[in-house]
């Protein structure tokens, strides 16, 4: 648009102006909490020091996640909770596109050509208050960055569940359980495929591990998980509960 050479470059997070497009200031940059490698093969968690690509965490040894992998962009805090927060709650969609630019760096080994890129889904009702899914904003985009299939209709939310805002670990894993059912797709799409699950922000970890139960029940032969951010496990006992 021949407009838009015109207008001041806004910083995505704090609005002073910045050189490119579509990127932070230098002090949103450095306040940005990004995990950066070494980090654990599972859980995508740093490691203070390098113990050598494969390794696990011994949060990974204790509790095996039941998808391969996690990759996520930044701990939830600072400007990667500001932008969570836009996009979700200020409705600020224009920066799922930066936003999952970071998602396909961070999650470069989990996308082939061959994944199926799909988003944690909404209950519809949720869906029309709302009017958008920010997960989808995220996936849609990071399949077409990266180059995979995008599959919005992977899964269904088939029951309406409690807002996760306050639940403990044990509630939130009760309340979405059995939330999620495979979508319209035929069984043979599924069967032998690899799934890369994508989500604005990890908590427990409950949601993403409903939904891989029920896409490995569905016959899809593994679940990775590309979120971009992650509450940091350390702090969940403090209580952060901006969201769903
Ligand atoms: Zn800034």
């Known amino acids: 648009m021949v407009l838009d ?3 001041p470059r806004r910083c995505l997070c704090c609005d002073s102006r910045v050189a490119q497009d579509d990127g932070l200031c230098a002090s949103c940059w450095r306040a940005m909490p990004f995990l950066e490698r070494p980090w654990c093969q599972r859980l995508g968690t740093p490691f203070t020091y390098d113990v050598g690509s ?6 990974a040894i204790a509790e095996p996640p039941l998808f391969d992998r996690l990759r996520s962009v930044a701990l939830y805090d600072g400007p990667a909770r500001q932008l969570v927060l836009a996009l979700k709650f200020s409705r600020r ?30 209950h519809w009702t949720r869906l029309l208050g ?13 399949a077409r ?10 899964l269904k939310r088939h029951k309406r569940t409690r807002q996760q805002v306050g639940l ?10 059995s939330a999620f059912v495979p979508g319209p797709l035929r069984t043979d799409t599924l069967a032998g495929r690899h799934v890369v699950l994508i989500d604005d922000v990890m908590t427990t970890g409950s949601t993403v591990a409903a939904c891989t139960k029920c896409l490995l029940r569905a016959g899809v032969e593994s679940v990775d998980v590309l979120t971009f951010a992650l ?6 006992a403090a209580g952060t509960s901006d969201f769903t």
């Open 93 to 122: 969609r224009e920066l799922a596109r930066p936003m999952a630019r970071w998602m396909v760096r961070s999650g470069e080994e989990l996308l082939t050509a061959d994944s199926l890129v799909a988003p944690v889904p909404l």
């Open 5 to 7: 050479g015109l207008l």
């Open 54 to 59: 494969g390794a696990w965490s011994p949060r």
């Open 145 to 154: 960055q990266s180059g995979a299939f995008y599959e919005p209709q992977l």
């Open 130 to 142: 709302r009017r958008f899914n920010q997960a989808a904003d995220l996936a849609r985009e990071v």
């Open 168 to 177: 403990s670990a044990r509630d939130r894993h009760k309340n979405v359980r």
């Open 231 to 236: 509450v940091d496990p350390n702090a969940r």
